[in-house]
């Protein structure tokens, strides 16, 4: 018997760690390493010829790539890819694909970025003000604090602003790494509320909180206005749930130089639950944070201030929902951190059949399931039992 077994290796330092067990030379770990690791590469819309000539390369480095039949017959313009190979073949390929036409060289820069942010791995630090929360180091916790009287889950509980900071430092206590203050009601189907009325209800509550509670507050709001004037209360990250798509809220953030979350949507809260449609939801939500890092950047927005916030209830079915959290790792390659925000939402009621204040262990289990899928951040109402269970989930990831 020679206990003969799959090995899950991941990514390549465990490939490293892999070849290391064996005995081996050390200086045979970084030649073999890269022979362990297999990645598959999606590319949307590649021309033909480019596509061929890729196909051409990673065959001839022992790898492979799925073109359109068009592509092969020369009656499609453009093609969908998978490139698959191990990365020691798939960086013999991009040696070449550098040298040749119709694109590849932008399409070898961009895999060549991507190879890279997979190595990244959750090493991410957020400067918010005069704090700096390392994320690499474990999973990051962010307490909801809704002041509205319609949220889903706990609206009207925390009306009034004693009320509302004392829950802010009962979740700090508990473990929150970050306090999200939000005024207006974004559950499925809830109207817009006036700028100076989410200012009544935000302001002083973040302000207090700002002088009391030890960690970082963010303010969760689409409007630049209020944006400008909760930071000037001592907010130090904006979550925006329209990912920087209202005007001046990117020149806004470049401005005052903090972490912003950018979270994908579909639609607006009064209409995103009216049968929401994708072809492939998380190849799509993949282009809109594409799209939106870019224009940020180009607004001056710090690339590596920026948060990825996949919008899990947000213009989404149940069955988009889960698939989001099962391919989060598809998001990898962005090399920025994720922020999943699950708990206690309708698609987890649906399956156990629950209401909003009975959701606790569906909610761990989306956020365990996130974390180990590569989640930095988790945002979350019941902040003492979601920080042990990432505690947990954390040690996993640190043994594989």
């Known amino acids: 018997m020679y206990n003969t077994r799959v090995l899950a290796i991941r990514d390549l330092r465990g490939a490293e760690e892999g070849v290391r067990c064996t ?12 022979k362990l690791v297999h990645h598959t590469l999606g590319l949307d819309r590649v021309d033909s010829r480019a596509a061929l000539i890729i196909k051409q390369e990673m065959l001839s480095a022992g790898g492979d790539a799925a073109v359109c039949r068009g592509a092969l017959g020369r009656t499609s313009r453009c093609s969908d890819i998978l490139v698959f190979g191990t990365r020691k073949q798939l960086w013999r390929a991009l040696g070449k694909l550098s040298h040749q036409p119709f694109g590849c060289q932008d399409i070898a820069s961009e895999i060549s970025a991507v190879l890279a942010n997979l190595d990244r791995g959750r090493d991410f630090t957020l400067r918010c003000g005069g704090r700096r929360l390392e994320l ?15 949220s889903f889950s706990d609206g009207g509980r925390f009306l009034d602003p004693a009320s509302a900071v004392a829950h802010g430092l009962r979740m700090a206590a508990e473990g929150a790494d970050i306090i999200d203050v939000g005024g207006e009601s974004t559950r499925p189907g809830a109207a817009p509320l006036s700028l100076a009325a989410e200012e009544r209800r935000v302001l002083p509550v973040i302000r207090a909180l700002a002088g009391k509670v ?25 979550n925006d749930i329209f990912g920087l798509r209202r005007r001046g809220m990117a020149r806004l953030v470049a401005r005052r130089d903090v972490p912003v979350i950018i979270m994908h949507m579909q639609g607006t809260p009064r209409d995103m639950q009216k049968a929401p449609q994708y072809g492939d939801v998380a190849g799509e939500v993949h282009r809109f944070f ?14 590596e201030g920026m948060v ?30 994720m922020l999943v925000g699950a708990s206690r939402k309708s698609f987890i009621g649906r399956v156990l059949d629950l209401p ?32 042990r269970a990432c505690r947990v989930a954390d040690e996993i990831l640190a043994a594989g």
């Open 136 to 150: 690499g180091k474990r999973t990051h916790i962010m307490g909801i604090l809704n002041l509205t009287p319609d």
């Open 308 to 337: 990825l916030d996949p919008g899990i209830g947000f213009g989404k079915t149940s069955g988009h929902n889960f698939e989001l959290l099962a391919r989060l790792g598809d998001f990898r390659g962005l090399g920025r951190p």
């Open 23 to 34: 005995g081996c030379d050390p200086g045979g770990v970084p030649i073999m390493a890269p």
């Open 290 to 303: 594409l799209e939106r890092m870019e224009r940020a950047h180009e607004a001056g927005v710090d690339r």
């Open 214 to 238: 030890g960690v970082p507050v963010s303010v969760d709001t689409y409007k630049p206005a209020l944006a400008a004037k909760a930071l000037d209360a001592g907010a130090s990250i904006v």
């Open 356 to 387: 909003a204040d009975r959701r606790l262990e569906g909610s761990l289990a989306a956020a365990v399931a996130a974390v180990l899928n590569g989640a930095s951040i988790i945002r979350a109402h019941d902040v003492a039992e979601t920080a």
